[in-house]
């Protein structure tokens, strides 16, 4: 009898040891917790203070920590050779909670960064998780790529501590200098129906060039995003919004104005540049009034509303954008020719063939998308603050259209980058010839001569400012500044403030050619070398 029973409590014992190693291993334990209805991260902390820390092949799991510490002494653990954590004594105490032992649990490993995507396949194979991950997007949180894909995870006690006086440090070490990281933790959701999110909030960095220095003052899942994604919240979206608005109304204005100039001048005395700016000037009256008009006609229209209008605004708003920067473009190229090609440069019609490209070119274009069916209702959904979703909308390439992101990255992205690009090296040619044209003039001098005329060196370097700062408008350099909205939030205001108020700009510019014209009317002295820059500037 004895031995029957001795054989059933081994059976028993066996049983219950396979159905431990099975679905009590620490392996297992994240794939479990996210079938769950709770929060998947409360759920891990939870089971990873038991779980079996033995593989289904009965080998230790790598990279995880669990053991007793002392409470009253500080404890520096590393799960990884990439990962220290250093916890001060007042936080161990802290976690301890009214419990009178002085030893407390405390658990450190490292996860993959897959499982807080979205919505997550079946777990990646082992061994995986190395390279870089990149988050989902997440509006107004912190948005980037996981540094080396893994995230570090420490928990210590029965109780949840924040607000530490003393922070915990935790330290992950890279090897590429000058990389730009932010210390984050992952904060769950209280929305049912709403993910979590990356955030900073109690968390300092400190980048010493080979590794990245959390002090965070509570404990969570950690990680560094690298080159992170720079973030607006509600009350700077909607200054930028105002100052969208604002300048676009501004710019629609001065840029009506500014024609009227260029018609008087070209009256006066017709010149070719003068009609390249003019058909600049009417480009950017059509950009900045058809934005108007998008963002006002889907303000006006029902929510699930889209209509021929509202196709037709997005077509008018393509194509005034194409034609800016196609009118910018050939005033680059007429630049050049001013510039470098000074002689032999007669072309027949050469305004009638500027118009051809500069008009053709973009009606082609959006000729082409609107038969596609590109166009339509453009909707992009925001996070504000609480994580309460919000949608922003326009007329301009469909959300539903399945190749809005090529149509735009080739007509709205590489176009302008292009044009950007070969605008700057000519804007380069002027800033060079400007240097040379004043050395020159400077050594041909006599010195009673020279001395006179260094009195109005101040004079001549702000008109040669003026000029660069106005070339640099026409030929749309202000648009360059997009690469800094990647970099801070003043970035994302000055290229907003700049563009926005282009035809301002643009305005400005014409009364300078205005101003000039008079000049030359009026005076038969003239600087040589600012005459001959200006003359180089605006004149065929």
């Known amino acids: 009898m004895w031995i029957t029973r001795f054989f059933i409590t081994l059976t028993w014992l066996s049983q219950t040891r396979a159905g431990v190693t099975h679905t009590d291993i620490c392996e297992n334990v994240i794939t479990e917790c996210k079938g769950t209805a709770v929060a998947w991260t409360r759920c891990y902390e939870d089971r990873i203070a038991t779980c079996n820390q033995s593989n289904t092949r009965g080998l230790m799991v790598n990279h995880f920590i669990r053991k007793k510490v002392t409470s009253f002494k500080e404890v520096e653990v590393s799960p990884t050779l990439d990962h220290r954590v250093h916890i001060p004594s007042s936080a161990l105490q802290r976690s301890r909670g009214a419990g009178s032992e002085d030893e407390i649990l405390l658990v450190a490993t490292v996860i993959d960064s897959y499982f807080f995507e979205d919505n997550p396949k079946p777990s990646p194979p082992p061994g995986r998780g190395r390279g870089r991950k990149v988050l989902p997007v997440q509006p107004n949180h912190m948005r980037g790529t996981v540094m080396g894909g893994l995230v570090l995870v420490v928990r210590a006690g029965n109780n949840p501590v924040s607000n530490l006086p003393q922070p915990i440090t935790l330290i992950f070490n890279h090897n590429k200098q000058g990389e730009n990281g932010t210390c984050v933790f992952w904060q769950e959701s209280e929305l049912e129906h709403e993910t979590g999110h990356w955030s900073r909030y109690g968390c300092v960095t400190n980048n010493t ?18 080159n992170p994604e720079i973030s607006v919240d509600e009350s700077n979206a909607e200054a930028l919004n ?19 100039i260029y018609v008087y001048l070209q009256k006066k005395r017709p010149e070719k540049a003068i009609g390249v700016h003019m058909n600049l000037t009417g480009a950017l009256l059509c950009l900045h009034l058809s934005f108007l008009l998008c963002s006002l006609w889907v303000w006006l229209m029902k929510e699930k509303e889209e209509g021929w209008v509202c196709r037709g605004l997005g077509l008018f708003l393509h194509w005034s954008l194409l034609a800016t920067f196609t009118w910018m473009a050939l005033e680059g190229f007429h630049l050049y020719l001013l510039l470098v090609r000074v002689f032999n440069i007669y072309v027949r019609r050469y305004l009638l063939k500027l118009c051809l490209v500069g008009w053709g070119l973009p009606t082609l274009t959006a000729v082409i998308c609107g038969i596609s069916g590109v166009y339509g209702k453009y909707s992009l959904k925001l996070m504000a603050e609480g994580n309460h979703s919000s949608t922003a ?5 469909s959300s539903q259209f399945p190749q809005r992101l090529v149509v735009s990255y080739i007509s ?10 070969c605008n700057s090296c000519m804007l380069g040619l002027v800033v060079f010839r400007l240097w040379g044209l004043r050395k020159d003039h400077g050594g041909n ?5 020279w001395k006179k005329m260094n009195k109005e060196k101040g004079t001549r370097l702000w008109k040669d400012c003026a000029t660069v700062l ?25 290229f907003t403030i700049l563009n926005s108020l282009q035809g301002v700009f643009m305005f400005l510019w014409s009364l300078a050619l ?7 009317d009026d005076s038969s002295v003239r600087d040589p070398s600012s005459q001959k820059m200006m003359t180089t ?4």
Do not use: Q
Not at 209 to 226: D, Q, R
Not at 412 to 421: D, K, Q, R, S, Y
Not at 445 to 449: A, C
């Open 209 to 226: 060039g080979t590794e990245f220095i959390c002090s965070c003052n509570h404990l969570s899942f950690f990680a560094v995003l690298v």
């Open 242 to 260: 105002y100052i969208t608005y604002i300048g676009s109304a501004l710019s629609v204005f001065f840029t009506i104005n500014s024609l009227i």
């Open 393 to 397: 909308e326009i007329c301009w390439m």
């Open 412 to 421: 709205t992205v590489a176009f302008p980058c292009l044009v950007i690009l």
């Open 445 to 449: 001098e006599s010195t009673n001569r």
């Open 470 to 494: 106005g070339l640099s408008c026409v030929l749309g350099i202000t648009w360059g500044l997009a690469s800094t909205t990647y970099i801070s939030l003043s970035g994302i205001y000055v």
């Open 514 to 520: 205005t101003y000039k014209s008079r000049s030359d």
């Open 537 to 540: 500037s605006f004149n065929n």
